[in-house]
């Protein structure tokens, strides 16, 4: 079995690593073109034309209070483990030290595992080890007879935390103490305030969409203002609703073809406007250079529905029309940079 041993340069690595796959963002273009047929007065139907930019108009000076899912990093607690088997006593602290015959915990049973698992300290004082919590385990553990991942630590919140970092304190004759650090990332329904400004800092402004690690089939909607060097993200995720409620695949190599049923919506609360749909879509899934992830790399989804269109909170320079309404069109999401989560 290929074990992983760890040096100071492969520590290094692999925590940088993890550290820029969970921050990185996938960004592309959210575009509609949408056609939407309103009734103006009795009788009187006007066709109207509702793309991103009309989105972005009707959303400029918008307040709105929701719930939306958050990716968010979370320092566990920390537990202090004194004269544990995992770490080195004594007088060679801060040396190599080989590990053997370590417990490890699988599906809640703690077993014993006894491939070598090197550890090489960080410089500097106190002296900081960082290690993966997670290591595959095969059949040389005992009391388990087929490949497995077992846990190093699975308490104190660690169940869920790839990397560990273990700094040496105080201890008192003949025993080392270090407290162990994990972090992971976890979702939690979080209540947002989104406030989008009733005029732009530039001339130029975008819809787009940003997903993420671990599950980049969730759309977060933005406006991004300004030039590719200088931008303003204005956070419109509560504005909309972005729903998968039926999807066959397809699967050639690390490659899917998703054909799906969805849901795309306009809340509307925003003077008065907002829109249902029904989308019969088709999304292809995919690597993208710099991340180990699988993203959605494009999509196209056609869409029909009904709504309500509304004076925009910040008057526009051509009246537009306001009236019940059914529309159809399209929206695509297309393009694709990786960025760092500056959110």
Avoid at 280 to 293: A, H, I, L, Y
Wanted: hydrophobic content about 35%.
């Amino acid at each position: 079995m290929n074990r992983m041993v760890l040096s100071l340069g492969l520590v290094l690595a692999c925590t940088i690593g993890k550290a820029d796959a969970q921050d990185a963002l996938w960004v592309q273009n959210a575009n509609f073109a949408l056609k939407a047929q309103v009734q103006v007065s009795d009788g009187v139907v006007k066709s109207y034309a509702i793309n991103s930019k009309t989105l972005i108009q009707y959303l400029k000076g918008a307040t709105n209070v929701g719930l939306r899912s958050v990716s968010e990093t979370v320092t566990n607690a920390t537990i202090v483990v004194t004269n544990d088997v995992r770490f080195p006593a004594g007088t060679n602290v801060g040396a190599d030290f080989v590990l053997t015959n370590y417990p490890v915990v699988i599906n809640g049973v703690t077993y014993t595992d006894t491939d070598p698992l090197s550890f090489h300290p960080l410089p500097g004082e106190p002296v900081t080890y960082t290690f993966p919590n997670s290591v595959d385990v095969g059949t040389n553990i005992t009391g388990f007879d087929t490949n497995a991942t077992g846990l190093i630590f699975a308490t104190g919140g660690f169940e869920n935390a790839t990397d560990i970092t273990a700094i040496q304190g105080t201890g008192g004759t003949n025993e080392t103490v270090f407290t162990v650090f994990g972090t992971s990332t976890n979702s939690s329904e979080q209540q947002v305030t989104n406030i989008v400004p009733a005029q732009f800092a530039s001339k130029s402004q975008r819809l787009i969409v940003k997903s993420s690690l671990p599950d980049t089939e969730t759309f977060f909607f933005f406006i991004r203002d300004g030039t590719p060097k200088s931008f303003v993200d204005y956070d419109v995720t509560t504005f909309f609703h972005y729903a998968q409620l039926a999807k066959v695949s397809q699967t050639k190599g690390s490659a899917s073809t998703d054909y799906l049923d969805l849901s795309i919506d306009l809340i509307g609360d925003l003077a008065g406007t907002g829109f249902q749909t029904e989308a019969n879509g088709k999304q292809v899934r995919g690597k993208v250079n710099g991340s180990d992830g699988i993203f959605v790399r494009s999509l196209s989804a056609t869409c029909v529905g009904s709504g309500t269109a509304g004076t925009p909170i910040v008057t526009p320079l051509k009246p537009v029309p306001e009236g019940p309404m059914v529309l159809s069109g399209k929206f695509t999401v297309n393009g694709g940079k990786l960025e760092q989560n500056n959110q």
